[in-house]
């Protein structure tokens, strides 16, 4: 036997190194599967996933039902889809923020919401414009028992800091007849309920004491009025009664929050390639065309102008506030002639075809990578000095579907449902409490490890999605951690997002001279 091992046969070390051959390729072909996620994860290693304090992880499960479609809706109803765009706020939501392990503490929080319930900023020609007050009244519905207090703070809004553009935008809405665009009540209450969430999420971990600092709270908005007064609403639903004197209120003059690093001139060559196909697709949608053309007819209008008038932006409105779809008067006094939910639901279905063939062209990936760098980057960065300073910060940025989309996108949520109004991303810091003298002991010694360590998570709608993204999907059973690590989300900030480009920097992937 000895003599085969030493000298074996020629045959016998073929087929030994073709044994040895298939091993390889099996376990090669394991390691993949995981790591491409592929084998489902049993819901016994969701469970042993729970950290002491219990639950945090269970959300990854539910998450999928909620802020995913769930894999057997793959064709949802457009019309109920669309209920939950509006995101009426008349029930009360699960929120996954601030869970963790009872001894981590929360040292950041930044968030980036997208304005509240608008009026529409398209009307439909020929028809009557939805009747809508935006006047802030706690008698009308729906309302909030912070309502009262926070029209009046508003009031009292001369006494923060303000970037000059931003001064004199009125701090409410105003207008008893909506104007196009403004935040509706609507709208500010769905804010100041998701900033009062997260004022209960944190309470509890002690983050921010009622004497904070201005260097710990950081407000930044667009210049329209819809996203400062949604910031504001968000603001004072997490801290009510806020000490305006210490506040100041930032603009950002891009949608892409880019700062002083919005040039790119890629970004604008994968935009354009993305609405390409977006116009090629819908085109091609002749149930689409028909129903245009059958719309345009009803109003007496060229189906041209029809399509140009975005119909569907003011049918949401109408059917978020239950208001009846528009109808004209026929010419003879007969019945009115009216558009019709059947007509919103093509509209809408082509629309969630357009998301799903988005998703599978990858365009507009490589758009919102280059688009959602930059914040991406001053999000990572806070954190870093965060980290180093031990003092803790809070910020908000109040934005525009075309930020929120670009970001969930870039942040490889690309399955998640597109931005409803009041939409919500947060980003969470937590140090894990020091190591004990044992168990320093036990790993060496090394003082370093003694400190406690950097964890982040990342929520969407109040659903943790941290292990859906790239940067912390759960890899098999050993080195799942139950909390993403902070140097993960870094590098994958700094380096490793760019590989969806081809390219290892922003400045590569942005200047790169066409291939
Ligand atoms: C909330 O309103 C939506 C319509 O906007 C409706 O579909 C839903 O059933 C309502 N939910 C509750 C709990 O009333
Ligand atoms: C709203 O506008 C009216 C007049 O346009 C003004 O009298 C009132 O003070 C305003 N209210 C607030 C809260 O700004
Ligand atoms: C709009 O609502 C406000 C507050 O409820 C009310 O005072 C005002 O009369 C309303 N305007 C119209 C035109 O209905
Ligand atoms: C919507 O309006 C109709 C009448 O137009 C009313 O019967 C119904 O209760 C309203 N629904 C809601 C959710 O307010
Ligand atoms: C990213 O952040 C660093 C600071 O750590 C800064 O020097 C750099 O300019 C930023 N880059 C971009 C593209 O935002
Ligand atoms: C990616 O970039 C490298 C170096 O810039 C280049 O050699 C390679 O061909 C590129 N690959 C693709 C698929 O574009």
Redesign the pocket.
Known sequence: MESDVDQPPKMLTRNYFLLLLMGCVLVLAIISLQFLNLIPLTPLEEEQQVPPDGGFQVSLIKSRKRVFPAPHDLKPDPVSEAYGYCNTPNHTEQAWEGHSPADYKLLSVQVMIRHGDRYPLYFIPKTKRPAINCTLSTSKSPSHPLLKTFIGHMRQGGRGHWDSTLSSIPRVPNHSACETGELTQTGVVQHLRNGQLLHHAYKRRSFLSSDWSPRQVWVETTSKARTLQSGLAFLYGFLPQFDWSKLTVRHQWSTLFCGS?CDCPARGKYLEEEQKRQYRLRVSDAELEKTYAQMAKTLGVPTRQLRAANPVDSLLCHLCHNISFPCVAAGDGGPKDCLKTDQFAVIRRQQLDDEADRRKAGLYRKYAVLAM??YL?QTA?RMERVARDGEAAFSVSSAHDVTVAPLLSALGLEEARFPRFAARIVFEMWKSPPATQKQVRKRGGNAKAKDGQLFVRVLYDGEDVTFHTPFCRPRGRQNAPPLCPLNNFLSFVRRDMFSVVNATS?KEACYRRPA
Request: no cysteine; aromatic share 16%; proline share 17%.
């Open positions: 690093e760098h930059p980057n960065n922003y």
